[in-house]
Structures are given as C-alpha cells and as structure tokens.
C-alpha cells in the first residue's frame, strides 16, 4: 500500500515521548494504517484518541456510539495487537467511551424511542414487526417531487435495520445529522434489488425535512450523463451556456447519484463529475453515491475518481439471509393486516433468495390472490405462485452460458476474451470466478467447465474453483462480489 505524506507516522517507541497516551495511540495508528485499507482507516479512526494507558488498560475516545461499536466488533483484536507492539505489554482491557457523555444520554434516549415505537407496533398488530431489511411499501409509487426528483415514500420510518444493511443505513443517518462533513462522499453499494436507492432517497428527504431550504439534486448516472450530452450539444463551446448545467449540479447542498459504476469508459463524463464532485467537496457539500460494486471493481473508472470515493465513507448492502427474508414476508403480511402460515412463510423464503425485490413482488402476488378470492394463504398457493412467476424454476435452471453472459458484463470483459488463451489479470480472475460458479450454481462437472471456457482441462476448472472457494473464507469483499453476480443470475 502507498502512502502520501500526510500519512501517520509511528514515533519510536524508545523515546521518551512515547510513554504518554497520546504518543502511544499515534504509534497504534501508524500500525493500523499500515494493515487496513486507506477508506476503513479514514473511516473509522480518523477522529479517535486516547485518554488514558496504563499498565496494560488502555482507554480510546471516539466520536459516536456507532464508532465504539464498530470498533469493538471489528477492529479490536487488531487494536489491541497494535497497542501490545507498541508498548511491549500484555494489553488486559480496551475501553472505547464517547468524546462526550452528551452523545451517550443521546444514544440512551435514541434507544428509548426505539423501543417505545417497537411496543406501538405490537399493539397495533398481532404480528410483530421484525427486524429485519428495507422493504419498499406495496402500492402505487408517490410521484417524484418535481424540484429534487425524489420520492416522498422513501423515507427512514419505512426502513428496518437487520444485519445485510445495518452500516449502510447507520452511515445514511449520521449523514443526515451533519451533511457534508461526517462521511463525504457516502458510497454504497450492492446487488439489484436490495435498496439502495431506497435508502439513499430517505437521506435526501430527511434532510429536506429538517431543512427546506437545503438544495437536493438526485440523479441516476444515467442523467447525469445526460444533461452532460445535452450541456456539450448545446454550448458548442461557449462558456455562457454551461451556466444551467453548473448551476444544477455545482451549487447543490446535497448531490446523491445513483448507479455510478455506468461511468465506466465514458471518460469525458468522468472528467465533468471529477470536477463536480471536487468543487462541492471543497465546499463541504454531501456527495452521496451507489454502485452495483466496489469503487475498486468498477472497470475503466478513472483512478482519480476511485481515490476519493475509497476516501470517505464505503458501504455495502449484502442479500439477507433466510430469517431475514422470512422476516420481511412477516412484516408486508402485517401492512396489509393478513396472517401468513409459518409453512408459507418458510416455503417463499426458502425459494426466493435473489433479492429483497423479487421476494417482496411474491409475497405481493399471494397477498393480491387472495384478496381476489377470498382464501387464505396456504403452501400450496405460494407454490404455484413462484412456479408461475418462475422464481424456483430459474434456479434450477442456470447454465454455463447464463453464467458467462453476467461474468462477461459484470467485469465488461468480451465472452471470446474468456474463452480465448489469455493470460492477463484482467481476464484470468473473472474467468475462474465464471468457473466457480458454473461448478456452485449450475452443477456443472468439472470436465464439462473445462469445454465451456475455451476447451480447457478439467483440471484448470478444479484449480479455479479451490482458488476461489479458499480466497471466500476470509475475504468479505470477495463475498459480496459473488452475491452480487448471483444476484444478477437470478434476476
């Protein structure tokens, strides 16, 4: 990893600086900037401190509850292995308090309101509402506000934190608290279908609510790109004319663009966004982005621009997993005040795994069946609701040439440059990452990989395959880029 020159620089433990607290917790952070990448680092550490060390108890300040409990969960071990390098002693406790006791009484009422909406839930239906993912409300779609393009049913009261999106939504909140100086620029990203553009869209109208007079622009990158074209089309090179364009976007308080990788090879659009994006960070302006992956895995995207995405706050969405799925079919089963079987609830959940979207529209189709008719839900039902709509079909049916179509697309890599003999980084990884998963998803015997990607011998199909499968056991980045290429599989 490279670093510049405003990096943190351990001091020599030797010295006689090194004994107080605060030279200490900066030796500690020049380790941990060395083991974890510039973005966590930046996101997590920037704005910590020590306030006491002694004999092995170390005691770190930090900026919120969200940091403490990020930093206990995640980054603990390596926290206390830095301070035991640093110090030479056996570490017996970290503690991490808030830089105020004012944010912890915060935290404590925060909780408390929590709660008491979670009693006024129960006692409105028998069914609970669980903790589970975003869910989009089932019914017409408001109309996009005119001025901002954003839809007023996004919003944080129809959100759910579970464990596929807690960051993401923790990271959207404290947006909304203080735009543009927390997490500039917020990027997150996930499959299709998981609720990005949900949870973004309830940044924007929470901070409108707070303040009306903030200007919100909300775009797809599609747009963007668009009134780009149209800003070069009509300017013809005459500064006066990109007046409109600029003042669009250049003076907005909050700009959330949504699906960034479609910059990817559209250079001269790159270059208006870089400088877009530069002058309203420069400005303290929230810039709010997602992406169907990483800033990293975005193909043909400028370095420049990876380098400030990585430099503030990196979120993702993961798909949910079994009790979260059932859990979000228990919660539209109680909008709509009807009582889903546990046998029902178990079979859909089972058999739509996609994403939140596909199993919110099958929980839709039985709940709408039933009205028509009159009957309640039974197993039978869901059955012949995802047969019709093709949800368990489609995963018993993923072929090799399925799998090469996404893999092909998802790292905009040509399928003849997959098959073909060539043995640059940027074919070899998608193309084993294509064998994975014909072997994973499709069931496809080794041998027959090996004749799907270019003739091949099966034992390059094994090789791949135990590559990959051993990276996934430690690598969390590489996890949710799987999710995401099966989550396009089964769309």
Known sequence: MSHTNDSVVAPDVSSSAASTPESIWQAVLGELELSISKANFTTWFKSTSILRYERGEAVIL?????????????????????????????????????????????????????????????????????????????????????????????????????????LAIAAARAVTKNPGTMYNPLFIYGGVGLGKTHLIQSIGNAILSADSQKKVVYVTCEKFTDDFIKYIQNSKGREGDSSVFKQKYRTADVLIIDDIQFLSGKERTQEEFFHTFNELHQNNRQVIITSDRPPKAILHLEDRL?????????????????????AILRSKCAEKDISLPEDVADYIAQNVQSNVRELEGAVARVIAHCEMNGTEPTQDLAKS???????AERRANINPKQILDIVSGFYNIEIDELLAKNRKKEVVWPRQIAMYLMRVEAKTSYPSIGQHIGGRDHTTAIHAFEKVSKLLEGDESLQQEIDILKQKLYL
């Not at 925060?110 to 409300?137: G, H, Y």
């Open 306 to 326: 990876i380098s400030r995405f990585e430099g503030g706050m990196i979120a993702d969405i993961s798909m949910p997993d079994f009790e979260t799925r059932k």
């Open 385 to 391: 609701v995802l047969v019709s709509a093709g949800s």
């Open 62 to 166: 930090v900026p919120n509850m969200f940091t403490r409990n990020w930093l206990q969960n995640k980054y603990h071990k390596d926290i206390s292995k830095a301070l035991q390098n640093v110090t030479g002693e056996r570490i017996t406790k970290i503690s991490y308090e808030l830089h105020s006791q004012a944010e912890a009484v915060e935290e404590q009422h925060k909780k408390m309101e929590e709660e008491k909406l979670r009693e006024e839930q129960s006692t409105r239906t028998s069914i609970p509402v669980p903790v589970a993912t975003m869910r989009t409300p089932i019914g017409s779609p408001s109309i996009p506000n005119a001025t901002t393009a954003l839809n007023s049913k996004y919003s944080f009261e129809n959100l759910v934190v579970g464990a596929n999106n807690e």
